[in-house]
């Protein structure tokens, strides 16, 4: 499909990030990046707010699913969680096993286990959990005495050393995904750290690293700098997650040349030269085994401010945001149509064949979500930031089945008409029977809700308003503590009120995100007044004064039904209600009039709230013979419903 010179370019620069990585010889340690005198970097204009300044406040979907999420993370058993790690050294335990992928014989058991560390030192950072983090410091005490008992150098982890033996190997049939877990126990240990102030974890973490280090050299001596990239190249069953992000951060911590080589050697050049080169070569990929290399490449990106690598993410998202995805904000799945097949991407701007039950995993939604972050603090462009919205709202929330109870959760958010969530691939998992890569990433996700909602300039006193959620900010560095009131989406408004507990007036600049379905007569008001700035939308609108204790700003944002027409087959639309995608409760498919996407209100009318507002509305469907009740699809726990509605032709 492409003309033989791009081709040729493009294996150019795949093989020269190759030789990058590998150098000359048998994968010495190279120091050609001066370990003095570091290139600057790319300097992002924004930084995240850290977790404990930023609080959920009761009443938003956000805050019951954070809840929600906290109560199973408080009814899951450690000794359970520990079972496989103290098997791994025949220590005995009457611990009962787990199921799911954390079962005795899972290939990847450990892998919820470390997330589960993740999202407790984020649920401690977020809302101060104390109990989750001395549960988790027993955990990281139990992992230390593991480390121990094994004996090989800092190994340490849930399955035995020899399953790194049979990848490096090639021994068939592969081994599943060993250094993806060993990147979630990695990462699990730093959050419990950096995060909860768990110093065991850093030593654990660290002895962990020069024994994958040393494993890492022994690889390349023995079998040749191509086995390794071989090994990368066999995704899914040898995923390795977010290695080369996780290393990049330990060498930005720690300067040590060890830690730079280690995180170079896991980016793939296989993938990420194509990348470079703005080629979308994503057909057949799996989704999330790639995504993370995607963030390596940004942490990259911002130590050292190679332009390649700035490439490659941007590049990236512009792909999957206008090749490869759904109204909802996420893409991958599919039924075999367009090359798109499960957990896969298809044909570039070919979706409308491809609704099926496995669309959308919940795994490749938050990693998107991570990647559009890093554009959004780069850049701070309202076009990344509605793409956060569109695929939180439309992929985030809506995932757990809260009238289960906790721990019932979701891998796939089906697109194929007539179906339930329950129909999915995976349907509903459960509490101790499940432990998908989508049950790990999720209790994270739930831990860390609030961690995008505002950010703050790097280089002037201002914060930046990204989503619009019930919660109160405290800008520690200001001195300012700002509470946002809002029931968005189901109204189309905040109110942001300040407090300056010194009570001197502070002067910053407040940036308010307006969202690109805005509709005309939206009003902007400080301290009840008119305030002077155009509502454009997909634009920034910035307060800047020296504001006092009791100042408040108000926002309204009038929303509209629209059309989301498949880039393939414009007479296959979703209807959207501002970022919301409604749903149609229905087993079958319904014919909308000829014409609709231009005139959605003509045959969609929104039913007046009750005693507890809702975004419900009726659609009058099928030439007039069937009325249809039309729902936000994160609302839609039960009932089959769809997404993509056939137009009428005539």
């Known amino acids: 499909f492409f003309p033989m010179n791009r081709c040729v370019a493009v294996l150019y620069i795949s093989l020269a990030l190759l030789l990058s990585v590998y150098g000359h010889g048998h994968g010495d340690v190279h120091h050609d990046v001066p370990q003095d005198g570091l290139p600057p970097g790319f300097k992002p204009r924004l930084t995240e707010f850290q977790l404990n300044e930023v609080i959920l406040l009761p009443g938003s979907p956000e805050y019951d699913g954070q809840m929600l999420n906290k109560q199973y993370l408080h009814m899951l058993d450690p000794d359970r969680l520990l079972r496989s790690f103290l098997i791994n050294v025949n220590v005995s335990t009457n611990a009962e096993p ?17 997330m589960y560390l993740s999202a407790c030192a984020k649920a401690y950072n977020s809302y101060g959990d104390v109990e989750l983090k001395n549960t988790c ?35 068939q049939p592969l081994p599943w995904a060993p250094y993806y877990v060993i990147h979630k126990l990695l990462q699990g240990l730093y959050d419990m750290h950096t995060l909860a102030g768990n110093n065991q974890a850093y030593d654990v973490l660290t002895k962990m690293v020069d024994y994958f280090y040393n494993r890492m050299q022994n690889v390349v001596k023995k079998y040749g700098i191509f086995r390794w990239q071989e090994m990368l190249m ?75 690598y700035g490439s490659m993410v941007n590049n990236f998202w512009r792909m999957v ?32 064949k491809t609704l099926t039950n496995n669309n959308q995993e919940f795994c490749t939604q938050y990693n998107i979500l991570k990647v559009v972050r890093y554009l959004i603090q780069w850049y701070s462009d309202p076009v990344h930031m509605d793409h956060y919205e569109r695929a939180y709202i439309n992929g985030i929330l809506g995932t757990q089945k809260a009238d289960a109870g906790p721990g019932v959760m979701l891998y796939n958010y089906p697109l194929q008409t007539g179906l339930t969530k329950a129909q999915g691939r995976f349907g509903w998992g459960t509490p101790w029977g499940s432990f998908w890569c989508c049950y790990a990433t999720a209790v994270e996700q739930w831990s860390k809700m609030g961690d995008s909602i505002y950010f703050q300039s790097a280089s002037e006193n201002a914060v930046y308003v990204n989503l619009y959620v019930a919660s109160t900010l405290t800008w520690t560095r200001m001195g300012v503590r700002i509470n946002q009131t809002t029931s968005f989406p189901i109204e189309p408004s905040t109110k942001l009120t300040v407090t300056i507990p010194s009570g001197s007036p502070v002067s910053f600049s407040l940036y308010l995100r307006i969202p690109y379905w805005i509709q005309p007569g939206g009003t902007l008001l400080l301290n009840g007044q008119p305030y002077p700035a155009a509502l454009t939308p997909q634009t920034l609108v910035g307060m800047s004064r020296a504001w006092q204790s009791g100042d408040t700003v108000e926002l309204t944002m009038p929303m509209a039904l629209h059309a989301v027409p498949m880039p393939d087959d414009a007479n296959l639309i979703a209807v959207m209600y501002g970022p919301v995608v409604l749903a149609g409760i229905a087993n079958v498919t319904h014919l909308l009039p000829p014409g609709s996407a231009s005139r959605l209100s003509s045959f969609i009318s929104r039913v007046p709230p009750g005693p507890s507002p809702s975004l419900e509305f009726t659609a009058l469907v099928d030439a007039g013979r069937t009325n249809m009740t039309m729902l936000p699809v994160y609302d839609i726990l039960n009932q089959p419903y769809g997404v993509y509605w056939p137009v009428a032709t005539n």
Request: contains cysteine; hydrophobic residues 35%.
């Open 98 to 114: 787990m199921g799911g992928w954390e079962s005795p014989d899972s290939e990847i058991r450990g892998h919820f286990v470390a």
């Open 137 to 171: 410091d027993y955990m990281v005490a139990t992992m230390a005495k593991v480390q121990v008992l094994l004996n090989e150098g800092g190994y340490m982890s849930a399955f035995p050393s020899t399953t790194f033996d049979r990848m490096e190997a090639m021994q």
């Open 234 to 308: 066999n995704s899914p069953w040898t995923e390795f997650g977010g290695f080369n992000e996780f290393m990049y951060i330990l060498y930005d911590k720690t300067r040590d040349p060890r830690h730079l080589w280690m995180a170079h050697m896991f980016d793939d050049g296989s993938f990420l030269g194509p990348l470079a080169m703005d080629e979308d070569w994503l057909t057949n990929i799996h989704a999330n085994s790639h995504i993370p290399i995607v963030l390596g490449a940004a942490k990259r990106y911002e130590i050292f401010g190679e332009d390649t």
């Open 321 to 352: 945001y206008y090749n490869h995805s759904y109204a909802t904000g996420g893409s991958n799945g599919g039924n075999g149509s367009c090359n798109a097949t499960n957990e896969h991407w298809g044909w570039p701007g070919y979706l409308a």
